[in-house]
């Protein structure tokens, strides 16, 4: 039990620290983590109910085979381009 005390507060730990040393800040990069989390949840919502339509739509085939996969890499896709940092206006300068 102390050995995953001490596992969790190392953990923490080192992620302050990591956060800490990107540019931004801690509060910038917290901020921009909930952001993430928030498209990520988003995103995982649309493959649930777009995988649930595909499985009741087409339950045998290829459709119901490849659909869910498919689906997850355009999500995936979808996450890297919206998830990313946005413009820093002071280096724009």
Not at 19 to 30: C, D, F, T, V
Not at 33 to 38: D, G, I, P, Q, T
């Amino acid at each position: 039990m102390r050995g995953f005390v001490l596992g969790l507060v190392l953990a923490v730990g080192l992620i302050a620290t990591v956060l800490s040393l990107r540019p931004g800040g801690i509060r910038r990069q917290l901020r921009m983590a909930a952001r993430r989390f928030k498209i990520f949840l988003v995103l995982g919502g649309i493959y649930l109910a777009a995988s649930m339509v595909i499985r009741v739509a087409f339950p045998t085939g290829p459709v119901s085979d490849y659909g869910p996969p498919a689906l997850g890499l355009v999500l995936v896709m979808a996450f890297v381009l919206i998830a990313q940092d946005p413009a820093d206006e002071s280096r724009a300068e």
